[in-house]
């Protein structure tokens, strides 16, 4: 039987879900999956990944990790037919850095996952009217992860 029983952050631990302990790339690039170290697993295909923030944190400029700022045009990273191509621990693993094909590279925090991943976390949604629409119509359309 699943667990019904709600996720609250006065519960939460780095023993539990406050930490990834691994991301793994899947289907050849087109998806994601983060595992916390309760057990949970989350995959987001790369369409939702990419809802979950509303442009990338850095660029990669020739190998180097540029900051995105407004001013980049998002012209500067190939779109079309992205992959996921990297998933690297950062921050003693209380988040993943995720490098995609066209240049996008994003920070994502073990909070970030629970709020787009699972439904009994008491964010689920996010903390905005736009991001809990986001994820609302996301998760009713394709009922993923």
């Known amino acids: 039987m699943k667990d019904t029983k709600p996720i ?3 519960d939460i631990t780095t023993d539990n879900y406050a ?3 691994t991301c793994n790339i899947l289907d050849s690039g087109t998806a994601i999956s983060f595992t916390m170290p309760c057990g949970s697993t989350y995959q987001a295909p790369i369409e939702f990944f990419k809802q979950w923030f509303s442009e990338p944190h850095y660029l990669d400029k ?3 990790l540029v900051p995105y700022k407004k001013r ?5 990273v190939r779109r079309a037919n992205e992959k996921f191509v990297k998933c690297e621990h950062i921050l003693n693993g209380l988040a993943v850095r ?12 073990w909070d970030v996952v629970l709020m787009a991943c ?11 009217d736009e991001s809990k629409k986001i ?3 996301w998760h009713n359309i394709a009922n993923n992860c």
Request: proline letters at 0%.
């Open 72 to 76: 980049n045009s998002l012209s500067e």
């Open 135 to 137: 994820i609302f119509r």
């Open 98 to 109: 995720v490098f995609l094909s066209g240049g996008a590279i994003y920070d994502v925090a």
């Open 62 to 64: 020739d190998g180097a």
């Open 118 to 128: 699972e439904r009994r976390y008491e964010h689920f949604g996010g903390l905005t």
């Open 19 to 21: 930490s990834i302990t």
């Open 8 to 10: 609250k952050d006065e």
